[in-house]
């Protein structure tokens, strides 16, 4: 017993510090002293590691010493530490750790930490390994556990990745009862700028549908799809649709939370970036400049300047095929399942889209019928090259009022309320009221033709040949702001909150702020003119003459893809939130591409089955085979792939 003590106090005088303490309690290791006969009589050593080997401090302080290379780390094998089992374990081991706890339990803390030094100082890496695994799990601390729930969801209001969410969703009962709460997804809802639960008006009303800024003239380059089959339809069209295309969207169930909302919104974005599918395609029999097209929650309309309309479903399968103008149709606007139309005939024409019939012919246009509104489902409003615009009873099928005053070709307009602006070749831009048939204002400013045109309630923003774009308050008639930076005929312009798209002929395309009256972004578009623009909250599309339809991202002005392939040329593009439509000349044949972004049916459905808003959900166990957080992980980072 006395040796031993000598060994471990000459051990403390070898190391230069405690020595005085331990030769003066000699006894506080006796009982582990008398259990371990055979301790190792040099000092202890540095734990080996094998990457790093062994180079004396004298080798390193001279100056001539080659640096050693590196020496590559060995590939780490799978090790499961076990708890320790007692089968094993003899009679002395467990009379030594009997007399140790009882010991080990007397200590303070600096005497046990002393205690537990010179225990690892005695393990090989092996051993060192083996307390490693089994402290570390001893030492980690769940703060959801700790903390109360509000703070927790503070904590989870900072997270703005998706991803992360759905995987903390995986940690524990806990965790993913945390993230059920819909307040955190109804925040990440508004840092992605989706649109609100119950937020706008619905793709299903009148005033969605035919709000021109929802449906324009806009472009897609989705994954190519196998068609099923190739359809030569009675109407002449070559059709190829996908198996996919033949799809209730009564399977789509409503989102019930802004979790099962986030996910959709989610997918269908992801989809436009990188994914998307072409759903159906057709060719038309004989060749025609594409004039107009617009989508509705129930039809995709499209009109030429061979005097044909044809009406496809919301999918693209075709319908009816429109006939009875005898010349170019160069104006239509549907509204629910009316349709109006005019052309190079002079006459407006109103249809019946469901049936196909023609329900009334109106009459007293002088010429070509280039524009037409709705300001509701009984009134039309039309401009035409006889200078005039119409104010017309669709329901009744007559003229209500004849508004004159310029002086060339009615060639654009808009309307908002009760008021209609119409732009001109007479370089004016007019003001009128439809209650009273009269005109309020006249915009005078521009140097040349009036092409396009842009109305939200607040401002005017008016496009020239002459290359610039103003903006105009309504109720004043004064022109706020000339916009300059286009180099030739501006033809195209949409207006959304406080943000001005416009596209040119000379092919560029450029994001305006209304705020501050500035261009934010210029983009080199096309090679030709800008024949087709659309934007929403987070995308513009454009489609040119150079046969190429594009997407940009409308915060940086950076291309996000380009849709479809080339084409002969592109004369319409239009797109809503989950489906694009493409109308472009190829080989000499007007060919219409329709593609959804549209997420699975199948992955939608079974997530919200089981997604509801936490205050509904249950306080049962949690089971990953039923539950909804598997399905997270796979939307949110499956998609990026």
């Avoid at 225990?119 to 959801?144: A, G």
């Avoid at 945390?178 to 109804?186: F, N, R």
């Avoid at 060719?283 to 594409?290: K, L, S």
């Avoid at 889209?353 to 280039?370: A, D, P, Q």
Wanted: with cysteine; aromatic share 8%; net charge neutral.
């Amino acid at each position: 017993m006395q040796e031993d003590d000598y060994r471990i106090s000459t051990f403390y005088n070898s190391e230069g510090s405690n020595t005085a303490r331990m030769n003066s309690r000699p006894s506080q290791l006796s009982g582990l002293h008398g259990r371990q006969e055979n301790i190792p009589h040099s000092h202890p050593r540095p734990l080996p590691t094998p990457t790093r080997p062994i180079v004396s401090p004298l080798q390193n302080l001279l100056p001539s010493a080659p640096a050693s290379p590196p020496t590559p780390a060995p590939s780490p094998t799978p090790q499961i530490h076990r708890v320790p089992t007692w089968s094993t374990a003899n009679e002395n081991e467990d009379t030594f750790l009997r007399d140790a706890r009882p010991h080990f339990s007397r200590l303070d803390s600096q005497e046990r930490q002393r205690f537990l030094a010179e225990i690892l100082n005695l393990c090989d890496s092996q051993q060192l390994s083996f307390v490693l695994n089994y402290v570390s799990p001893r030492l980690k601390k769940d703060p959801f556990k700790s903390l109360p729930n509000e703070l927790c969801l503070r904590v989870l209001s900072f997270i703005d990745d998706p991803k992360t969410l759905a995987r903390a969703s995986q940690v524990s009962k806990q965790w993913h009862s945390l993230l059920s709460d819909d307040l955190t997804w109804k925040k990440l809802c508004e840092k992605h700028s989706y649109r609100r639960l119950s937020g706008t008006a619905s793709l299903g009303t009148p005033t969605a549908a035919h709000d021109p800024n929802l449906f324009s003239n806009n472009p897609v380059s989705p994954k190519d799809t196998p068609f099923s089959s190739v359809i030569p339809s009675c109407t002449g069209f070559t059709s190829e649709i996908t198996p996919q295309a033949i799809r209730s969207r009564s399977r789509r169930p409503k989102a019930t939370s802004y979790k099962s909302h986030f996910k959709q919104r989610y997918m269908v974005e992801t989809a436009w970036r990188t994914g998307g599918k072409a759903i159906a395609r057709h060719i038309t029999p004989d060749q025609g400049v594409v004039t107009s097209l617009h989508l509705t929650p129930d039809y995709i309309v499209i009109a030429l300047d061979n005097a044909k309309i044809h009406v496809f479903d919301a999918d693209g399968q075709i319908l009816k095929t429109l006939t009875g103008h005898v010349m170019g149709v160069w104006a239509m606007v549907p509204w629910g399942k009316t349709l109006v139309s005019g052309g190079c005939d002079r006459d407006v024409r109103v249809w019946d889209m469901e049936t196909g019939e023609c329900k009334s012919i109106l009459r007293g246009h002088t010429s070509t019928v280039r524009c037409l509104k709705m300001s509701d489902r009984y009134t039309a409003i039309s401009g035409s090259r006889d200078t005039t615009l119409r104010i017309w009873d669709i329901e009744k099928g007559v003229c209500k009022n004849v508004l004159v005053g310029h002086q060339a070709s009615v060639r654009c307009l808009e309307i908002h309320g009760d008021l209609v602006v119409s732009g001109s070749y007479d370089t004016t831009a007019r003001v009128w009221s439809i209650s009273q048939g009269t005109c309020l204002r006249t915009l005078s400013g521009h140097f040349s033709q009036i092409y396009a045109i842009a109305f939200d309630g607040i401002r005017i923003a008016t496009g020239s040949l002459d290359t610039s774009v103003r903006i105009w308050d309504p109720h004043t008639g004064t022109c706020l702001a000339v916009l300059q930076g286009h180099t030739s005929l501006v033809g195209q312009l949409q207006m959304r909150g406080n943000t001005l798209v416009t596209g040119g002929s000379d092919g560029s395309v450029r994001v305006w702020s209304l705020e501050k009256n500035a261009c934010v972004h210029r983009l080199a578009a096309h090679d030709n003119s800008v024949t087709s623009l659309q934007f929403d909250e987070t995308r513009i599309v454009s489609g040119g003459s150079d046969g190429r339809v594009k997407v940009w991202d409308l915060r940086t002005g950076t291309q996000v893809r380009e849709l479809s392939s080339p084409a002969q040329a592109v004369w319409r593009v239009a797109f809503e939130e989950e489906k694009a439509v493409i109308l472009a000349s190829r080989a000499d044949r007007t060919i219409m591409e329709v593609f959804s972004f549209s997420p699975p049916p199948e992955a939608l459905n079974e997530y919200y089955q089981s997604s509801s808003p936490s205050s509904e959900r249950s306080s049962g166990d949690f089971d990953p085979e039923h539950d909804t957080v598997m399905d997270d992980e796979g939307a949110f980072c499956g998609m990026e792939t």
